[in-house]
């Protein structure tokens, strides 16, 4: 387990005095507002959630690995997220069979994360994009000390905050988007991904791609940007002055990307649930599509 999956309890949003001046009905409320739950709030509550760890591999070929939380359901990401025949996300139906398979109500509180810190962003942005809507990242899975309890309650629907939708974008939105010189393209992955040495993270096998560097004109900012050195989500005032630094306006649209969309999907959250951009959508095709696709443009920055 990598650092990255800490979080801390006490982050903002997630005190006793925060929750209960969101929603002092229902504490899910406010951490679906948020968008993340500390592992001693959901505890404190008494709140009943299903857990599911996002994994890497699929738990079968990692079987002797213990998930992180206490009564976490592990589950691999493509056998939860994806489809089966085509390369698209599941739909509300298909993934509701798959979380009441692992013992998940679909239509109650859902707490996510991921063997690696953004693939809980991933997979809540795929289940709000699936239409689920109370879905949140978990912050801290190695201080939840026992399963989630409580009243088994469902979520009220009139308890449930107004949430920004998940907005995807596709290879011919990046290729308008060229076009465009109002639309920001940020690129999440790491500088040496970006500048074309590589296609996938360093620290293992150059794969993913058939082609190095970056989508014309694509803002760097890798998505550690916005974690502090525990791997958790920095304050707001901080994130924003990260987003500023790499030049973003929060006026004009975004289209966030990486390799896969799972790092990408943890800066269109920042992006868009935490400093407010208006237009943010995500290329899950990333560049794995892109570098790999005839006809798209591609610079780097090799010697």
């Known amino acids: 387990m990598t650092a990255g999956v800490a979080g801390v309890a006490a982050e903002a949003g997630d005190s006793a005095a925060g929750i209960a001046a969101g929603a002092a009905a229902d504490p899910a409320a406010a951490w679906l507002r948020r968008g993340t739950v500390g592992a001693r709030a959901l505890q404190d509550a008494g709140r009943a959630a299903g857990v599911i760890e996002i994994r890497a591999q699929p738990p079968q070929a990692d079987?002797?690995?213990?998930?992180?939380?206490?009564?976490?359901?592990?589950?691999?990401?493509?056998?939860?997220?994806?489809?089966?025949?085509?390369?698209?996300?599941?739909?509300?139906?298909?993934?509701?069979?798959?979380?009441?398979?692992?013992?998940?109500?679909?239509?109650?509180?859902?707490?996510?994360?991921?063997?690696?810190?953004?693939?809980?962003?991933?997979?809540?942005?795929?289940?709000?994009h699936a239409g689920l809507p109370g879905v949140v990242v978990l912050e801290d899975p190695q201080a939840l000390?026992?399963?989630?309890?409580?009243?088994?309650?469902?979520?009220?629907?009139?308890?449930?905050?107004?949430?920004?939708?998940?907005?995807?974008?596709?290879?011919?939105?990046?290729?308008?988007?060229?076009?465009?010189?109002?639309?920001?393209?940020?690129?999440?992955?790491?500088?040496?991904?970006?500048?074309?040495?590589?296609?996938?993270?360093?620290?293992?096998?150059?794969?993913?791609?058939?082609?190095?560097?970056?989508?014309?004109?694509?803002?760097?900012?890798?998505y550690q940007d916005f974690l502090d050195e525990a791997g958790r989500l920095r304050p707001d005032d901080a994130l924003r002055a990260a987003a500023g630094r790499a030049g973003l306006r929060p006026d004009r649209p975004v289209i966030a990307y990486c390799r896969l969309s799972h790092r990408a999907s943890l800066v269109a959250f920042v992006l868009q649930e935490r400093l407010g951009y208006a237009d943010v959508r995500l290329y899950d095709g990333s560049w794995t599509e892109w570098g790999s696709s005839v006809g798209t443009p591609i610079v780097h920055h090799r010697r």
């Not at 979520?155 to 010189?181: H, I, N, T, Y």
């Not at 590589?198 to 694509?218: K, Q």
């Open 145 to 222: 000390a026992h399963p989630p309890a409580g009243a088994a309650a469902r979520l009220a629907a009139g308890s449930l905050p107004a949430l920004p939708q998940p907005r995807r974008a596709f290879k011919q939105d990046v290729l308008d988007a060229l076009a465009d010189p109002s639309v920001q393209i940020v690129d999440a992955r790491s500088r040496e991904e970006y500048d074309g040495y590589r296609v996938s993270p360093a620290g293992g096998f150059d794969h993913g791609a058939e082609r190095a560097g970056h989508v014309p004109g694509a803002i760097h900012l890798h």
């Open 63 to 128: 079987a002797h690995a213990a998930a992180e939380a206490a009564g976490a359901r592990p589950a691999y990401w493509k056998d939860l997220l994806w489809q089966d025949a085509t390369r698209d996300f599941a739909d509300a139906a298909l993934l509701r069979g798959r979380l009441a398979d692992l013992g998940i109500d679909p239509d109650g509180l859902i707490a996510v994360y991921g063997e690696h810190r953004q693939y809980g962003f991933y997979a809540r942005w795929a289940m709000r």
